[in-house]
């Protein structure tokens, strides 16, 4: 970006986050309304559809590059970001242009305050506009929060798929797994497959009669058309066996690094599966991709730094059975920052078995109402048995994890370990 081009894309993107106010507002009738004055970009292209607590990204980022490898050009949508806004909304690798953001940003201003639309209901827009003039064949959407109601569930997908559920998000989506669950299964749409990666039989009941309840078929399930065995990880990744139902064992490998990602791996090959020819196709190209994947800020090893946008006790469990598989450098210290209205106690109590020590802090670009409180959660950690540090400043704390590990692990959310990516810096769309 050129200079005036950069302070024109900060001056957009202002404008845009100032429509986050850190309360959602859920519902598809302005998200509907914004799409058809802009003609309805979403039906321009087929779509996969990926909802869930936990893999979500990891199974965005497989299908993606499976298609690719098959020939197609992909649009990928995900959220949030780590670093660029621009990681949100890509096309075969690449970026929207922020000569593009910043235009589109501008003539649909007028728009946008028309309808009262929130900021992920205009980013959702853009990008399906963006894909639709960038000439997609097919997109990867990310579901952004929930199912049932998230902005994204106005596409009508070749394939729609559930990954693991856990407890997010309760304010929204309600206290239990059943109910999680039954927002995520929302997104499950007549007479297209639908895939249910969890294999919790109590959260596969759920997703199942959403499946049923609204005419999906196929219907393909975790453990019942497929299921995983002999996993084992180490540190260029996850190896594992997928059986599938009608074909032979296939030996596999994904570069990505976690037990579960074998999950996420199988949940994307089972999702190519549903939508059938042509684009089952694409799994015939998983021996020769999935060991090349990349995914920004999941068990993401760059020199002494792990980093990993688990926000919530099942990932933080996640992190510590990897760990326990990971050949890192000890001591190993967690630098982490949460958001206020995650359950940040029980975060750190399902990290204190895995790491040596903690450095607790404030990460700069999460919104103030959401901001916890670093003191108060200082306690918590002490309470662990486990050392803590005690640094708001972002910086500093920064610089006291360095001193205090070998390894350091940066985790809590996306604005921890982006934040801390923009310092050293690293780019998370590099390959």
């Known amino acids: 970006m050129t200079p005036v081009a950069a302070e024109d894309y900060r001056r957009a993107l202002g404008a845009l986050f100032a429509r986050t106010t850190g309360v959602w507002r859920l519902g598809l009738e302005r998200v509907g309304a914004f799409l058809a004055r802009l003609g309805d970009p979403h039906r321009a292209y087929p779509v996969f559809h990926v909802a869930g607590t936990n893999g979500k990204g990891s199974t965005v980022a497989t299908l993606d590059a499976l298609l690719r490898a098959a020939g197609y050009r992909v649009g990928r949508y995900t959220s949030p970001h780590l670093v660029d806004f621009r990681e949100r909304i890509v096309v075969n690798g690449e970026p929207m242009p922020p000569a593009e953001i910043v235009s589109w940003l501008d003539a649909q201003a007028p728009l946008v305050e028309e309808l009262g639309a929130t900021f992920f209901e205009v980013t959702t827009s853009m990008a399906f506009d963006w894909f639709a003039r960038a000439g997609v064949d097919v997109a990867v959407i990310e579901v952004g929060l929930g199912g049932r109601l998230d902005a994204t569930n106005v596409v009508r997908p070749l394939c729609a798929g559930v990954t693991s559920i856990g407890l997010d998000h309760q304010e929204f989506l309600g206290g239990s797994l059943p109910e999680i669950a039954a927002e995520k299964g929302g997104v499950f749409k007549t007479g297209v497959g639908a895939v249910i990666g969890d294999a919790d039989p109590v959260v596969q009941e759920v997703l199942l009669r959403c499946a049923h309840e609204a005419g999906s078929a196929p219907v393909l399930r975790a453990g019942h058309d497929w299921r995983v065995t002999d996993v084992s990880v180490a540190g260029d990744g996850t190896r594992f066996t997928l059986h599938r139902e009608g074909a032979g064992p296939q030996a596999l490998h994904t570069a990505l690094v976690g037990a579960y990602q074998a999950d996420n791996a199988a949940t994307a090959l089972a999702m190519l599966a549903a939508a059938g020819p042509p684009w089952s196709d694409a799994m015939a190209h998983a021996g020769s991709v999935l060991p090349t994947l990349r995914l920004a800020g999941r068990f993401q090893r760059v ?27 000890r001591p190993l210290w967690a630098l982490v920052t949460v958001l206020q209205d995650k359950d940040w106690r029980g975060m750190l109590q399902a990290l204190a078995p895995s790491v040596d020590g903690f450095v607790i802090s404030a990460a700069p670009t999460a919104p103030a109402s959401r901001r916890w409180n670093p003191e108060e959660a200082a306690t918590v950690a002490r309470a662990t048995g486990k050392p803590v540090v005690l640094e708001p400043d972002f910086d500093r704390a920064i610089a006291s994890a360095l001193r205090e590990g070998a390894t350091v692990l940066a985790t809590g959310s996306f604005h921890t370990v982006g934040d801390v990516m923009q310092r050293l810096p690293v780019d998370p769309l590099a390959q």
């Open 303 to 329: 020199g002494r730094w792990i980093f990993d946008v688990a926000h919530n006790p099942d990932g933080a469990r996640t992190i510590g059975r990897t760990l326990a598989h990971a050949d890192v450098p």
